[in-house]
Nanobody, 113 residues
């Protein structure tokens, strides 16, 4: 399955964005999908993940603010990000969970203070 993230942009602190991860391939619905991010000078980290049956888990830093969801009919996974903080600034990627070595271009989220 190939995944492509989109929906990033510039937003003020406290604002919201919704990222989309569009997938190609017939096996999408059976894969666990994760949203990852990499801030400048930091390691890439898992932000949120959803299993094939829709169970979810989140990094502590985003719990209560971010929501991951999936629409298998549209082969898409979403990341709704609310109450954004400057420390959420990063390039966001989607990949399988656990991830495979092939990463897409990601989408840049910039949160201004």
């Amino acid at each position: 399955v190939q995944l492509q993230a989109s929906g990033g942009g510039l937003v003020q602190a406290g604002g919201s964005l919704r990222l989309s991860c569009a997938a190609s391939g017939s096996t999408f619905s059976i894969n666990a999908i994760g949203w990852y991010r990499q801030a400048p000078g930091k390691q890439r980290e898992l932000v949120a993940a959803t299993s094939s049956v829709g169970s979810t888990n989140y990094a502590d830093s985003v719990k209560g603010r971010f929501t991951i969801s999936r629409d298998n009919a549209k082969n898409t996974v979403y990341l709704q990000m609310n109450s954004l903080k400057p420390e959420d600034t990063a390039v966001y990627y989607c990949n399988l969970d656990p991830p495979v070595p092939r990463w897409g271009q990601g989408t840049l989220v910039t949160v201004s203070s």
